[in-house]
């Protein structure tokens, strides 16, 4: 097969006030994902659980934001990972943890596509957009932050690594969004990224769209990451998260979206997030998470002619 998959378990729960993500990594590893992958051919190194020291607190103007000082190791920490990942040659799988991981990831899959001079996209699958900056949080989340800073939104200085390699909004393609704040709104339109909430996908379906931006991938000869929400999913499927929002993705659109992505051979990081094991039922989430990227990683019912 091609490259080696490279598993990290990211137990972040710091972007959260719902604890319990920190059991997302073993919880995949209970399902059996690595045996999963290993039965469709392919190479599975897993490189345990990653960790960050205990740091002293970060005070910010906006006194809603908690465990931001947490929230910058867990991005060094990981942004170093995902850099080494691809750079070694393999194709990582980080395991959450909330989505406050993916600041980390993303940043250093951006900056080793940027060291081989391609070009980065992010397939953002989620029913929340997380673009707040510091500044616009509420609730203080900072699951609701990242992608507002891998795409470089000034107000993470000097709270956050400085970027090497921002992600260009315009090569951010978000899909299931159901959950916009105001704030959120306006600064998804004014940076000009890429979104379909759950109204467009009712109306025109995920085949156009999916395919519309698989093949911008594809001519800019760019690389794909899946950053992958179990929220993206219908709670009524996936009940193990903490901000569960109705009418998600059902169980075929999601697969047909992995199947897809699959068949354009263009995915080369993924992220696994907001898996909270503690809210689900018999590992039900779980095991639908691992079927899932059984779809991702070409397992099917039968061949198809291409």
Sequence with gaps: MAKPILLYGAPVQEGSRVRGCLMGPDAYRTANLAQMLETLGY????HGNLSIEEQKPLSHPNTQLHHLAEYGAWTRVLCE???TALAIGGLPIFLGGDHSMA???ISGIAQQAADARQEQFVLWLDAHPDFHSLESSETGNLHGTPTAYFTGH???TPYLPALKAPIKPGNLCMMGLRSVDPAERTALVEAGVVAHDMRSIDEYGIIAPLRTFLDRVNEANGRLHLSFD???????IAPAVGT????GA????????MEMLHDSNLVTSIDLVELNPFLDERGKTARL???LVGSLFGKRILDRPT
């Design 154 to 156: 000034a107000s993470f």
């Design 244 to 247: 569960t929002v109705p009418g």
């Design 250 to 257: 059902t169980f075929r659109e999601a697969h047909l979206i």
């Design 103 to 105: 600041a980390g990831t």
């Design 81 to 83: 990972a995902a850099h």
């Design 230 to 236: 179990v929220d993206f999913l219908d709670p009524g």
């Design 289 to 291: 998470m691992v079927d």
């Design 43 to 46: 190479e599975v190194e897993d």
